[in-house]
């Protein structure tokens, strides 16, 4: 299976890989998937407490190209948005943006879902209800 | 000069020998006849060339000639000798033995088996990639009229106590059947002194073309017999249909002549090279090797590098170096490897492999290469891996809850 160019890029030049200090209650972090499933995606938001504007955003992924590009591409997507911004990304947005094929639609899926439970951490930790989500489609 | 890419997937298929390609080519074009055609020089020539290319074939593997059946192929011998066991000896019983990692020509074969009334015992084999050889000798019962157990395994490059399998199959009265798809011509394999009933093996795993393949069928001790699984005009003994492939038979035939001439001298140069490659990966941190580390194919290698995902890995180098992976991350239901996982290795570590085969025209400087390129690529994506991460925190993984998917 080809990859496509974007995916390619991501792959070999990743953006934002990296950690956050997630003791800090102004970054959130989301891990989602599972090691025997064979995608991991760890993904972390800083938000200025100030304006509400996600500040910097840091991922680690083990997986395939894909999850790795979905999840560079997300933290680029997130820094600069407020964090009800952030929330309202999907993951067809992903998927239309690195040409995901249908096999790897899944690794747009657990991108979107680490954005969640990023933006749920970060809202927890700041004493604000966790948002519900509407599952996602594609599983 | 270095040339990529490179081609280390030699388990998957070997390229042409150049010998063998111009063997073939008269057959093409000159020599088009067809070998079933008695009465004239065209069929004359095609059955003579049929003939040489079948005792080329049958010295490879220590046969009598006559006792070769071509095939398109291992898949189809894989078929022909199940399926035509289990008819042919239905009066003396139904129960078929095999082992969990054979190749899924044979596991889907058995599985069609079952479904016509067979019964089938699945072996499971040890964490090495072997079979146990009581547990064999256990399972064999007085319907049993089959023991199917590859000679080497694809994925892992295991081979298996072939002689011990074949005793046991005597002393019980049971036939023997190998798939020796990655043996034939890369480790001597004798059929009388191995003691192989039936045998499958295939052109184009031994630097020969595609689409054509034998299946071994022993005549005397005991006289074995297949019933057809193809209609037709009654080629090969009545066991295959279909007219004969000769462009391919006969380089198949130059194919195994060459093998027999070059094994000593390949297989020496192939385990060096091998070695020199496996030791290299192995000294990569939480990187383990998978099946047996002497029973092996001297030119394979599997190679788990833990917290790195296989696909993911192989992206990083697959434009210059081709190798495949246990993972399956392209595949719809997402599951790892079922030979690595039937050796016991957990979903994690199975999705982490590498195959590695080496071939006839690899060379040292595409292995430093390749022990750079995988080298570097792990160190990258470890950097990039969350478990890498949590693992040099000291994190037990086993006892993260996942949010599984």
Redesign the interface.
């Known amino acids: 299976m080809a990859y496509s160019d974007k995916v390619i890029d991501h792959y070999h030049n990743p953006k934002n890989v990296g950690t956050l200090d997630k003791s800090k209650n102004n970054v959130g972090t989301g891990l989602v998937g599972a090691p025997e499933c064979g995608d991991v995606m760890r993904l972390q938001i800083e938000v200025d407490e100030v304006s509400g504007v996600i500040k910097d955003a840091k991922f680690k992924t083990f997986g395939c190209g894909s999850a790795i590009a979905s999840s560079s591409l997300a933290t680029e997507w997130l820094k600069g948005k407020s964090v009800d911004e952030a929330a309202k990304i999907d993951n067809m947005d992903i998927v239309e943006e690195l040409n995901l094929p249908p096999v790897k639609i899944h690794c747009s899926v657990l991108a979107e879902d680490a954005i969640k439970a990023a933006i749920n951490d970060y809202r927890k930790k700041n004493g604000l209800e966790e948002l519900k989500f509407n599952e996602s489609v594609v599983h | 000069m270095l040339q990529l890419p490179i081609y280390l997937d030699h388990s998957a298929t070997t390229p042409c020998d150049p010998r063998v390609v111009d063997a073939m080519l008269p057959y093409f074009t000159k020599n088009f006849g067809n070998a079933a055609s008695r009465n004239h020089p065209f069929g004359w020539a095609a059955e003579e060339a049929v003939d040489y290319a079948r005792e080329q074939v049958a010295k490879l593997v220590g046969c009598d000639p006559k006792e070769i059946i071509f095939t398109s192929g291992a898949t189809e011998s894989d078929n022909l000798a199940l399926k035509g066991v289990f008819e042919m000896y239905a009066s003396k019983g139904n129960h078929i033995i095999t082992c969990n990692i054979e190749h899924k020509a044979v596991l889907d074969t058995c599985k069609h088996i079952e479904k016509e009334g067979g019964e089938v015992t699945y072996l499971k084999a040890t964490e090495n990639g072997l079979i146990d050889l009581a547990e064999l000798e256990a399972a064999i019962k007085p319907t049993t009229i089959l023991i199917a157990i590859m000679y080497a395994n694809n994925e892992i490059g295991t081979v298996m106590p072939v002689k011990e399998i074949s005793a046991i199959a005597k002393k019980h009265n049971v036939l023997f059947f190998t798939d020796a798809t990655q043996a034939v011509g890369k480790i001597p394999v004798n059929v009388m002194s191995d003691g192989i009933d039936l045998m499958a093996f295939s052109a184009h795993k031994l630097y020969g073309p595609k689409g054509v393949g034998a299946l071994y069928v022993r005549r005397k001790n005991p006289r074995v017999k297949v019933t057809a699984q193809i209609d037709g005009g009654g080629h090969e003994r009545g066991m295959r249909s279909g007219t004969l492939n000769v462009t391919g038979i006969v380089g198949f035939g130059k194919a195994c002549e060459i093998c027999m001439n070059e094994m000593e001298e390949e297989t020496k140069k192939l385990s060096v090279l091998r070695d020199k490659l496996q030791n290299a990966l192995l000294k990569i941190e939480e990187s383990y090797l998978n099946g047996d580390k002497d029973h092996k194919l001297p030119h394979v290698t599997n190679i788990s590098f833990k ?3 296989g ?2 890995l192989m ?2 180098f697959n434009k210059n170096i081709a190798v495949s992976s246990g ?6 239901s ?1 599951e ?1 490897s079922y030979v690595l996982k039937a050796l016991g290795l ?3 570590l199975a ?1 982490s492999s590498l195959r590695f085969g080496l071939g006839r025209f690899t060379t040292e400087e595409q292995i430093d290469y390749t022990i750079e390129q995988v080298t570097n690529t792990v160190n990258k994506l470890r ?7 949590m693992f040099k925190e000291g994190i037990d ?1 086993d006892t993260v809850e ?4």
């Not at chain 2, 996942?402 to 998917?405: G, P, R, S, T, V």
Request: proline content about 6%; glycine content about 10%.
């Open positions: 917290y790195v995902e696909e993911g992206m990083g993972s399956a991350c392209t595949s719809a997402l790892p957990g979903d994690d999705h950097e990039m891996s969350p478990l890498w991460e993984l996942w949010a599984h998917h």
